[in-house]
């Protein structure tokens, strides 16, 4: 027996999600409200194999990373956790309002997400920690989340699954 690891790699055109948003950065400026198609890749890492020589049936993933993708998909996403944010109802709106810019959103368009910034950074984080339940029980050991905003530019976020 040779050891070392395992690891499958799952980037279906249809893990994807289309949504706006903005970046904060430290200067206090934050980017324009603007649009990507996001794509998301998993790639599940493990030692072992199960009795039938998987390390994980691809379609609990699946369902787990389409159903990550869909909660975000044709929505604006704002930084629920970002102290220069603040978020005001009005009527079926929402009202977003930063130290650089104000925005009236129809209130179902918006996902308001935990977090302190809505970069690639903290999404791969936040698609990690929504797919790593889908795991629990297999032989996987590391999950690594990558989102794309655009050809070129992208955050791979990796983790143990019980550190």
């Known amino acids: 027996m040779h050891?070392?690891?395992?690891?499958?790699r799952l980037a279906k055109q249809y893990f994807k999600f289309s949504a706006a948003h903005f970046t904060l950065f430290p200067d206090g400026s934050?980017?324009?409200?603007?649009?990507h198609n996001f794509q998301v890749?998993?790639?599940?890492?493990?030692?072992?194999?199960?009795?039938?020589?998987?390390l994980i049936d691809f379609a609990a993933v699946k369902r787990?990373?389409?159903?990550?993708?869909?909660?975000?998909?044709?929505?604006?996403?704002?930084?629920?956790?970002?102290?220069?944010?603040?978020?005001?109802?009005?009527?079926?709106?929402?009202?977003?309002?930063?130290?650089?810019?104000?925005?009236?959103?129809?209130?179902?368009?918006v996902s308001v997400l935990p977090l302190e910034n809505t970069s690639v950074e903290l999404l791969a984080r936040l698609l990690w920690e929504e797919i790593a339940p889908a795991l629990a029980g297999s032989e996987v050991q590391e999950l690594a989340?990558?989102?794309?905003?655009?050809s070129g530019q992208s955050c791979r976020y990796t983790a143990p699954l019980n550190p």
């Open 145 to 150: 989340v990558a989102v794309a905003e655009t």
């Open 30 to 35: 934050a980017e324009l409200l603007h649009g």
């Open 64 to 109: 787990a990373v389409r159903a990550a993708c869909a909660r975000l998909d044709g929505k604006t996403l704002v930084p629920g956790r970002a102290p220069r944010v603040r978020l005001r109802r009005r009527g079926e709106g929402l009202e977003i309002d930063s130290d650089s810019a104000r925005y009236l959103l129809p209130a179902r368009d």
């Open 41 to 54: 890749a998993v790639a599940l890492t493990g030692d072992r194999l199960d009795e039938e020589g998987l």
């Open 3 to 8: 050891p070392g690891r395992f690891t499958v």
